[in-house]
C-alpha cells in the first residue's frame, strides 16, 4: 500500500547524485577505490576512535568481527532479545552460543544486574545495543563489568550513530562497534555496515576477512601484481558506489540529527498528555538521534489495536522490537516463554512511529490527533 506517512524517507541532495554519478561515469573503480578508505577514515574520525572497516552489510561486519576475535565454538556472548534478529544469528554464524539478558525499559539496553547474573567461563564478550538512536542507558557500567570479568565489550550501535553520553560517541565505549548503513538509519547508503575500533590488529583481520583473505595492499582491479591469499576470506566488501555516497551522507548528519531532533521534539509536544502512553526518553547528559520514534502503551491488547488503527489511517506504525527469543527459528532451539518477562513484557507494548528528516508538522499532527481519537474511543 502507499502510506500516507512512510516510517521512514531517505535524505538525499544533489552531493549525493554527485558523488554516486562520478564514481559510475568514471568506468572504473566501482568495486574498489579511495572513496572507500576515504569514508572509512571520515567515520572514525567522526566516532572518536582510530579505524573503521567498511562492510557490506551490518551483519557481515558482526560476522567477521566474531571470526577476526575468534569466538567460536564452546564460546558465549551475552546479548539482547530485544534487537533485529542479525545481533544473536551473528554469534550462531561463527558456531557460539548467544545468552539473551534482559534489558531496562528507558532506553531498552541491556541490564547489567542481569548481564552478571549470566556470565560464565565460556563467556567471551557483552554485545549491547544502543536501541532506536539512543545510548544504552548503563553503557558505562556494562564497559565496568566487561573489564571486571575480563571479557570484550562489543557495541551494536547499528541504529545510533552520533548518539553520545557525555560528549562521548556510542561506538567508542568498547573494543569495537557495529555501524549500519541500512536503509532507515541516520545516514544510509542502501544497505552497508561499519566495524569502529582503536584496535590496528583487529582493523587488518577484518580487512582481509571482508577480502577473500587477500592482502589487498594495492587496488585490485586496478594491478597486475599478484596479491597473495593469506586465509579463508569473504566477499563482503562495501563498494566504492556506496562509499561515495557514504561520505556525503556523512557531510550531513549533524544537519539530520538536528532535523530529527526537531521533529521529535514536536511530536513529543503533540503527544506529552495523551492517556495511555509513554513517550520516549532522553537521560540526561545522554544525546538521542531518534532514528526511531517509540512509544509505549499499558498492555499488549491495546498497542496492538493502536497499530491497526494507525495502519489503517496510512499511517506506518510498527513493532520494533518482537523478542528474538520467541520466534519460530530460536524456538527449535529450546527458548520458550517466561525466561525473559521484562524484555517479553516491552516488546509486547512497543510501538515505532514513523520519524524522519522531512517529517512535516502537518503529518505529526496528524498522527497526533490519530493517536489522540484511538484513546478517545478507548473511554
Not at 101 to 116: F, Q, S
Request: charged share 25%; with cysteine; aromatic share 10%.
Amino acid at each position: 500500500m502507499t502510506w500516507r506517512v512512510p516510517l521512514f524517507k531517505i535524505l538525499s541532495d544533489e552531493a549525493d547524485v554527485k558523488a554516486v554519478s562520478q564514481i559510475i561515469k568514471s568506468g572504473l573503480n566501482w568495486a574498489t577505490g579511495s572513496e572507500v578508505a576515504d569514508f572509512e577514515k571520515e567515520l572514525a574520525k567522526y566516532v572518536g576512535v582510530k579505524y573503521a572497516a567498511a562492510f557490506n552489510s551490518g551483519t557481515s561486519a558482526l560476522h567477521a568481527l566474531l571470526l577476526a576475535l575468534h569466538i567460536g565454538k564452546g564460546d558465549e556472548v551475552i546479548v539482547p532479545s530485544f534487537t533485529f534478529i542479525a545481533t544473536a544469528n551473528a554469534v550462531l554464524f561463527v558456531g557460539a552460543k548467544p545468552v539473551f539478558a534482559e534489558i531496562e525499559g528507558e532506553t531498552y539496553g541491556l541490564d547489567p544486574k542481569d548481564v552478571e547474573k549470566k556470565i560464565t567461563k565460556r563467556t567471551k564478550a557483552i554485545m549491547p545495543v544502543h536501541f532506536g538512536g539512543g545510548a544504552c542507558k548503563y553503557i558505562l557500567e556494562l564497559r565496568k563489568l566487561a573489564k571486571k570479568h575480563k571479557l570484550l565489550l562489543l557495541e551494536d550501535a547499528a541504529e545510533s550513530l552520533g548518539a553520545t553520553v557525555g560528549g562521548k560517541y556510542v561506538g567508542s565505549f568498547g573494543y569495537a562497534a557495529m555501524i549500519s548503513l541500512c536503509a532507515p538509519k541516520v545516514i544510509s547508503t542502501g544497505e552497508g555496515g561499519v566495524i569502529v575500533t582503536n584496535s590496528r590488529d583487529l582493523y587488518e583481520k577484518l580487512k582481509l576477512l571482508r577480502s577473500h583473505g587477500r592482502a589487498d595492499t594495492k587496488d585490485y582491479f586496478a594491478t597486475t601484481e599478484y596479491l597473495d591469499y593469506i586465509q579463508l576470506g569473504y566477499n563482503f566488501r562495501l563498494s566504492n558506489i556506496l562509499a561515495a555516497l557514504g561520505r556525503t551522507q556523512l557531510e550531513k548528519i549533524e544537519k539530520l540529527i538536528a532535523m530529527r531532533r526537531k521533529n521529535s521534539a514536536y511530536l513529543t509536544k503533540q503527544l506529552k498528555g495523551v492517556p495511555g502512553i509513554s513517550l520516549p526518553i532522553e537521560p540526561k547528559g545522554y544525546r538521542h538521534i531518534y532514528q526511531m520514534y517509540t512509544i509505549q502503551t499499558k498492555n499488549k491488547k491495546v498497542r496492538d489495536a493502536l497499530q491497526k488503527h494507525l495502519n489503517q489511517k496510512g499511517i506506518m506504525a510498527k513493532v520494533y522490537f518482537p523478542s528474538i527469543h520467541l520466534s519460530k527459528f530460536y524456538r527449535k532451539m529450546g527458548h520458550k516463554s517466561g525466561s525473559l518477562p521484562k524484555t517479553e513484557g516491552l516488546s509486547n507494548i512497543v510501538l515505532t512511529l514513523p520519524m524522519y528528516p522531512e517529517l512535516t508538522k502537518s503529518q505529526m499532527d496528524f498522527m497526533a490527533k490519530e493517536i489522540k481519537s484511538f484513546f478517545n474511543g478507548q473511554e
